[in-house]
């Protein structure tokens, strides 16, 4: 089992900029492939990120690619998501996952099997 904790969300004005953390306890965190996901309201749950079990390869979508950077931490069991350039669009609550393949971190979110809470984050035009 791998517990997710997603913090740093908030209230931002439009092109401005935020840092999401997820802190992973429970199993080795360095095995696991891991994601960003969000979900606004009305729509359904959306690839954002992914990063792999080393932090040398990272797959982002389009709509985020250039404003949007994932890293993480294996010695702190954390990934964060630094978001630049923020726009009303990118309002959601944003979600970490932990694939149980360290070579997977794609869009695919059946892929995960551990999923956080989830942290709102409302950008304001």
């Known amino acids: 089992q791998v517990q997710l904790v997603e913090s740093g969300g908030g209230l931002v004005q439009a092109g401005g900029s935020l840092r999401l953390s997820c802190a992973a306890s429970?199993?080795?965190?360095?095995?696991?492939?891991m994601g960003w996901f969000r979900q606004a309201p009305g729509k359904e749950r959306e690839f954002v990120v992914g990063?792999?079990?080393?932090?040398?390869?990272?797959y982002y979508a389009d709509s985020v690619k250039g404003r949007f950077t994932i890293s993480r931490d294996n010695a702190k069991n954390t990934v964060y998501l630094q978001m630049n350039s923020l726009k009303p669009e990118d309002t959601a609550v944003y979600y970490c996952?932990?694939?149980?393949?360290?070579?997977?971190?794609?869009?695919?979110?059946?892929?995960?099997?551990?999923w956080g809470q989830g942290t709102q984050v409302t950008v304001s035009s």
């Open positions: 996952a932990a694939s149980g393949s360290f070579t997977y971190y794609g869009p695919r979110s059946g892929e995960y099997d551990y």
């Open positions: 429970g199993r080795t965190f360095s095995n696991y492939g």
């Open positions: 990063i792999n079990w080393s932090g040398r390869s990272t």
